[in-house]
């Protein structure tokens, strides 16, 4: 993969590059080799923010993560991201029932007068009533099942929806765009919670928690 990095009052040192390819080596295994990767360190006082944007021809992913020390939180967008590539992965991977394994091949055979009809069974007769003889003709009958199997539910925990610093609404909106998320959690700069949620059509509708 095709590696750029930008250092915002933070540099980039070599263990840094280190830890990152590294990384990424994990991640091109799940996604594959073909793709670019944009990594964003930044410093401001304490605080140290590692953001990785992994783009490939099939899927973006994107993490944003922060800790105390650059090296923790580059660890934590790493790891984020392959648990992304992962949960991406195995939903390409799904298999769908194929519907040709619930239909079954029934015969129609010529029987005696007042022979009854098996009914369900791997072969099906049918009574003649004037005694003629009838050729065999294939059927075919769907079985389905009563109940829908349900999926069980894969959780992810992610910090990626959640600003890790205030933002006007403009920016949140930015924010939640460049994330490529459907939910984006953030506080105001009067500390107030919000929380923009994408809907079918579209538009994004704000959500101010009481």
């Given amino acids: ?36 990767v944009h990594v964003i360190l930044t410093t401001e006082k304490y ?20 800790a105390t020390d650059m090296a923790t939180a580059l660890r934590d967008a790493l790891a ?12 390409k991977t799904t298999i769908k029932r194929n519907a040709k394994d619930g239909v079954r091949q029934v015969a129609v055979l010529p029987v005696e007068d007042e022979e009854p009809i098996a009914v369900g069974a791997e072969m099906v007769k049918v009574a003649s009533r004037n005694g003629a003889t009838r050729k065999a003709v294939p059927m075919l009958v769907h079985s389905f099942p009563s109940q829908s199997p349900l999926a069980e539910p894969h959780l ?28 984006f959690v ?23 928690v009481p």
């Fill in 1 to 36: 993969m095709n590696l750029e990095y930008t250092g915002r009052q933070t540099t980039i040192t070599k263990k840094l590059k280190t830890q990152t390819e590294a990384g990424i080596e994990r991640i091109a295994k799940i996604v594959g080799n073909a793709g670019n």
């Fill in 47 to 66: 605080r140290h923010t590692a953001e990785l944007t992994v783009q490939t021809r099939s899927v973006k992913l994107v993490a944003s993560c922060e």
């Fill in 80 to 91: 984020t991201i392959e648990k992304q590539a992962i949960k991406h992965t195995k939903r």
């Fill in 156 to 183: 992810v925990r992610s910090k990626d929806g959640v600003a890790m610093r205030p933002m006007t609404l403009e920016e949140a909106v930015k924010e939640a765009a460049f994330r490529d998320r459907e939910v």
């Fill in 186 to 208: 953030f506080r105001d700069h009067g500390g107030q919670a919000m929380v923009l949620y994408r809907k079918r059509d579209g538009k994004m509708e704000l959500i101010e």
